[in-house]
């Protein structure tokens, strides 16, 4: 800052960004410190959509939970419900059938896939362009359609149940599965010239809202951020759970191409490249299913030994892991939710500092939260 | 991998007294006392064996006191906070547990705060205050983070009551109440309020099956 | 320590040729993005349907409103209790021994006099627990969607009453 922009500086206005403001993507608070248009400071506020899940499902039993699950991030209720159930049946020892865990790694990937279309329809609204919305929801709205055969609901299934799943899907499902894979495959070169090779879009998005490597670790940002960063981690590579370990696929990471790495256009460019991940483990799941029973051997009433249990999976917005403080009785005794978004709005008042308003609107979007992960 | 890491701590954090309760069913964990966290979160990150460079979550659990029964051991009265620490280098990840009092409304058990470390622990810790109510001395912004800032008690806790009226506002307003304070499958007379009953037609179904 | 991550959007000093040659980037690749804008405009097919008129026929096994066929239910208070959000409010009288003998469809003794069956619709979540407990099978989620009510009073649905029972040639599919 030179001298005659240090003259310049006035009082520090404050401007309330949210709870209601569609660029928060929910019910979000920023109180802004703005000099003139450039922000000075940022503190979110949190807790308006706070419904205390964890206190709910101290009084639940353990199947009780799952449609609680399903309400954190309602975009990706799917692989909350994995990643819940992966962690009881871990407990209990349970054996899953194949056929069920294909099932679940189908679910879990086109709810992937589904979730990052809202992001990219978001996204493209946060920063101008109206009509990307309308065909990303036209896609999305596939995966719902079929989820909603299979599952019986649109957008919190409660499909994935311990033991396996709710109920079996149909030859003429994985074929409709595998058709949506093809025209999705199209479908993503027409975003990509749409949108990413935008010029007025790479302008908005290269070098805005850097993240570097070491205040990833600092804050213990996961999912895209991180990978957007450049750091190669992933879950279902480095972790594997479900049949990870026996899929082949990529683990994008941000290149920098349009700008710096970490910024926002390598975090969108990284989840744009997932989408293509998931259709290969899509196809390589439904060449690997086979006929079998979709439900493991569950005891009627669920008593989940006593101990405890940190699990972790990888969802689309990042790292979801379920910490369960057993005593052996029909109820968990205590079920904390580590969610990733919570973690993600954390490290804004870090970015906020120097931008334009217009710039954090950018990268609230970029980072991707759910309003309903954060506040639980 | 745990006796490893407790051995590591001993030797170098004097008064740590790690120990590990190796879990038959689950994770393991390590307890360590809790007047060292700072230390012992240092020496973990700072480690070239472990470098445990995340911090995932903290965790606190409220156990209330409770008399050893048939099926189950006694329960000592303390709250517990749980340490996820993770390593994306070497892949790895490990629960540090410590025990603090559980303390009371005006003296909250209180524990130093590991943001100096772990910048992850700021939001982290200011949950398990607002929620758990647990103090951390020398936290840079200790405010709530999920309730309001003039919210009373500690949601979490296993002995929580919800205020009866928060800004004017009742809490469990009569009208808007479920049927839980309901005893379940009692067999009683009583009516819902706003439905109606009507046994008769009941009876006339039966009847029809016959 | 933190302020090093800090960074304002790095501001470039163009030159005049820079200038016009990024607005006409910009133009092109815009340009580009509207012909497939443009595509949509004629030749692709209407994905909307207009609503009251034209209804969307969910698939079988769709949950919406819940349906108890009273007369099969055997009171076991299992979808009360498997409820999440504890919704179903249930009671039940010891039928009489000189009562003669009630029989649900697959056969099942009826023991119990069902006095009160009744489901909060407006707390019910949707999640299907209580519909797989059923013994009997007699509580269904239907494909039901039309039944936004004016007061939250109405949402309560008594399946004994003889208007709720009603709906039954409306929404059960035998």
Same mark, same amino acid.
């Given at each position: 800052?030179?001298?005659?922009?240090?003259?310049?500086?006035?009082?520090?206005?404050?401007?309330?960004?949210?709870?209601?403001?569609?660029?928060?993507?929910?019910?979000?608070?920023?109180?802004?410190?703005?000099?003139?248009?450039?922000?000075?400071?940022?503190?979110?506020?949190?807790?308006?959509?706070?419904?205390?899940?964890?206190?709910?499902?101290?009084?639940?039993?353990?199947?009780?939970?799952?449609?609680?699950?399903?309400?954190?991030?309602?975009?990706?209720?799917?692989?909350?419900?994995?990643?819940?159930?992966?962690?009881?049946?871990?407990?209990?020892?349970?054996?899953?059938?194949?056929?069920?865990?294909?099932?679940?790694?189908?679910?879990?990937?086109?709810?992937?896939?589904?979730?990052?279309?809202?992001?990219?329809?978001?996204?493209?609204?946060?920063?101008?362009?109206?009509?990307?919305?309308?065909?990303?929801?036209?896609?999305?709205?596939?995966?719902?359609?079929?989820?909603?055969?299979?599952?019986?609901?649109?957008?919190?299934?409660?499909?994935?149940?311990?033991?396996?799943?709710?109920?079996?899907?149909?030859?003429?499902?994985?074929?409709?599965?595998?058709?949506?894979?093809?025209?999705?495959?199209?479908?993503?070169?027409?975003?990509?010239?749409?949108?990413?090779?935008?010029?007025?879009?790479?302008?908005?998005?290269?070098?805005?809202?850097?993240?570097?490597?070491?205040?990833? +670790?600092?804050?213990?940002?996961?999912?895209?951020?991180?990978?957007?960063?450049?750091?190669?981690?992933?879950?279902?590579?480095?972790?594997?759970?479900?049949? +990870?370990?026996?899929?082949?696929?990529?683990?994008?990471?941000?290149?920098?191409?349009?700008?710096?790495?970490?910024?926002? +256009?390598?975090?969108?460019?990284?989840?744009?490249?997932?989408?293509?991940?998931?259709?290969?483990?899509?196809?390589?799941?439904?060449?690997?299913?086979?006929?079998?029973?979709?439900?493991?051997?569950?005891?009627?009433?669920?008593?989940?030994?006593?101990?405890?249990?940190?699990?972790?999976?990888?969802?689309?917005?990042?790292?979801?892991?379920?910490?369960?403080?057993?005593?052996?009785?029909?109820?968990?005794?205590?079920?904390?939710?580590?969610?990733?978004?919570?973690?993600?709005?954390?490290?804004?008042?870090?970015?906020?500092?120097?931008?334009?308003?217009?710039?954090?609107?950018?990268?609230?979007?970029?980072?991707?939260?759910?309003?309903?992960?954060?506040?639980? | 991998?745990?006796?490893?890491?407790?051995?590591?701590?001993?030797?170098?954090?004097?008064?740590?007294?790690?120990?590990?309760?190796?879990?038959?069913?689950?994770?393991?964990?390590?307890?360590?006392?809790?007047?060292?966290?700072?230390?012992?979160?240092?020496?973990?990150?700072?480690?070239?064996?472990?470098?445990?460079?995340?911090?995932?979550?903290?965790?606190?659990?409220?156990?209330?006191?409770?008399?050893?029964?048939?099926?189950?051991? !006694?329960?000592?009265?303390?709250?517990?906070?749980?340490?996820?620490?993770?390593?994306?280098?070497?892949?790895?990840?490990?629960?540090?547990?410590?025990?603090?009092?559980?303390?009371?409304?005006?003296?909250?058990?209180?524990?130093?705060?590991?943001?100096?470390?772990?910048?992850? !622990?700021?939001?982290?810790?200011?949950? !398990?205050?607002?929620?758990?109510?647990?103090?951390?001395?020398?936290?840079?912004?200790?405010?709530?983070?999920?309730?309001?800032?003039?919210?009373?008690?500690?949601?979490?806790?296993?002995?929580?009551?919800?205020?009866?009226?928060?800004?004017?506002?009742?809490?469990?307003?009569?009208?808007?109440?479920?049927?839980?304070?309901?005893?379940?499958?009692?067999?009683?007379?009583?009516?819902?309020?706003?439905?109606?009953?009507?046994?008769?037609?009941?009876?006339?179904?039966?009847?029809?099956?016959? | 320590?933190?302020?090093?991550? /800090?960074?304002?959007?790095?501001?470039?000093?163009?030159?005049?040729?820079?200038?016009?040659?990024?607005?006409?980037?910009?133009?092109?690749?815009?340009?580009?993005?509207?012909?497939?804008?443009?595509?949509?405009?004629?030749?692709?097919?209407?994905?909307?349907?207009?609503?009251?008129?034209?209804?969307?026929?969910?698939?079988?096994?769709? %949950?919406? %409103?819940?349906? /108890?066929?009273? #007369? /099969?239910?055997?009171?076991?208070?299992?979808?009360?209790?498997?409820?999440?959000?504890?919704?179903?409010?249930?009671?039940?009288?010891?039928?009489?021994?000189?009562?003669?003998?009630?029989?649900?469809?697959?056969?099942?003794?009826?023991?119990?006099?069902?006095?009160?069956?009744?489901?909060?619709?407006?707390?019910?979540?949707?999640?299907?627990?209580?519909?797989?407990?059923?013994?009997?099978?007699?509580?269904?989620?239907?494909?039901?969607?039309?039944?936004?009510?004016?007061?939250?009073?109405?949402?309560?649905?008594?399946?004994?009453?003889? #208007?709720?029972?009603?709906?039954?040639?409306?929404?059960?599919?035998?």
């Amino acid at each position: 800052m030179d001298v005659n922009q240090e003259k310049l500086k006035t009082e520090l206005l404050t401007v309330n960004m949210g709870p209601q403001h569609p660029a928060t993507h929910g019910v979000l608070r920023v109180e802004i410190k703005t000099d003139s248009e450039i922000v000075a400071e940022a503190i979110p506020h949190i807790g308006y959509l706070h419904r205390c899940k964890e206190k709910h499902s101290e009084s639940l039993d353990y199947r009780g939970v799952i449609p609680y699950v399903d309400r954190m991030d309602y975009l990706a209720a799917m692989n909350m419900e994995l990643g819940y159930c992966l962690t009881i049946e871990k407990m209990l020892g349970t054996e899953v059938p194949k056929r069920a865990t294909y099932i679940r790694m189908v679910c879990a990937e086109l709810q992937r896939i589904a979730s990052h279309l809202m992001f990219f329809g978001t996204y493209a609204i946060d920063l101008g362009a109206f009509s990307p919305f309308l065909y990303a929801f036209q896609k999305r709205e596939e995966i719902l359609r079929l989820f909603e055969e299979f599952s019986g609901a649109r957008l919190l299934y409660n499909y994935i149940w311990i033991g396996g799943v709710w109920n079996d899907i149909t030859d003429k499902h994985i074929e409709r599965i595998l058709k949506f894979c093809d025209e999705l495959s199209e479908e993503l070169k027409k975003y990509d010239t749409l949108v990413s090779q935008n010029r007025i879009f790479i302008e908005r998005t290269a070098n805005v809202g850097l993240i570097s490597q070491t205040l990833c +670790y600092e804050y213990g940002l996961t999912g895209p951020l991180l990978r957007g960063s450049g750091i190669k981690w992933d879950l279902r590579k480095n972790r594997p759970y479900c049949f +990870y370990d026996k899929m082949e696929f990529e683990i994008p990471v941000g290149l920098g191409e349009k700008g710096t790495l970490g910024d926002c +256009y390598d975090r969108y460019s990284v989840r744009m490249r997932e989408m293509i991940e998931s259709i290969k483990i899509i196809r390589q799941c439904l060449q690997g299913i086979e006929a079998g029973p979709v439900m493991g051997k569950v005891a009627k009433v669920l008593k989940v030994p006593a101990g405890e249990i940190y699990f972790r999976t990888e969802c689309p917005r990042g790292e979801l892991g379920y910490h369960l403080i057993s005593d052996g009785s029909k109820k968990p005794y205590r079920l904390k939710v580590k969610s990733s978004c919570f973690t993600h709005v954390s490290v804004l008042p870090e970015l906020a500092p120097g931008q334009m308003i217009a710039d954090l609107v950018a990268t609230i979007g970029s980072i991707d939260i759910v309003l309903g992960e954060v506040d639980r | 991998m745990h006796k490893e890491i407790s051995d590591f701590l001993n030797r170098s954090v004097s008064g740590a007294d790690a120990q590990v309760i190796s879990a038959t069913v689950g994770d393991s964990a390590i307890y360590v006392n809790a007047k060292q966290i700072l230390k012992v979160c240092e020496a973990l990150k700072n480690s070239p064996e472990y470098q445990m460079n995340v911090l995932q979550v903290i965790t606190a659990a409220d156990y209330l006191a409770a008399a050893a029964t048939e099926t189950t051991p !006694a329960v000592e009265e303390r709250i517990e906070l749980t340490y996820v620490i993770a390593s994306f280098i070497k892949n790895s990840e490990l629960l540090i547990k410590v025990k603090l009092p559980r303390g009371d409304k005006n003296n909250l058990p209180q524990i130093d705060s590991i943001c100096s470390i772990w910048k992850s !622990a700021n939001w982290q810790e200011r949950e !398990a205050f607002d929620m758990m109510g647990v103090k951390f001395n020398g936290h840079p912004d200790h405010r709530r983070i999920l309730c309001p800032d003039d919210w009373v008690g500690h949601p979490l806790r296993k002995d929580y009551v919800a205020m009866e009226s928060y800004n004017g506002m009742t809490i469990y307003p009569e009208d808007k109440l479920n049927f839980k304070e309901r005893e379940f499958g009692v067999r009683q007379k009583t009516d819902v309020k706003g439905a109606v009953t009507s046994i008769s037609n009941y009876e006339l179904g039966a009847k029809n099956i016959n | 320590m933190s302020s090093q991550h /800090n960074h304002a959007t790095v501001s470039h000093e163009l030159s005049l040729g820079q200038y016009f040659d990024n607005i006409k980037t910009a133009v092109i690749t815009t340009f580009k993005g509207m012909m497939i804008t443009l595509k949509y405009v004629y030749g692709v097919r209407p994905v909307t349907i207009e609503y009251p008129e034209v209804k969307e026929e969910l698939p079988e096994i769709s %949950r919406s %409103r819940l349906y /108890n066929d009273a #007369e /099969n239910c055997i009171s076991c208070l299992q979808c009360a209790s498997a409820c999440p959000v504890d919704c179903i409010y249930i009671s039940a009288n010891r039928r009489a021994t000189d009562a003669p003998a009630l029989k649900t469809k697959d056969g099942t003794a009826i023991k119990l006099d069902l006095t009160m069956y009744t489901i909060d619709t407006a707390l019910c979540c949707y999640c299907g627990l209580c519909t797989t407990v059923c013994p009997t099978s007699c509580l269904t989620h239907t494909t039901d969607y039309e039944y936004a009510s004016y007061t939250v009073d109405q949402m309560k649905y008594d399946y004994l009453a003889p #208007e709720v029972r009603a709906w039954r040639t409306r929404i059960v599919k035998d």
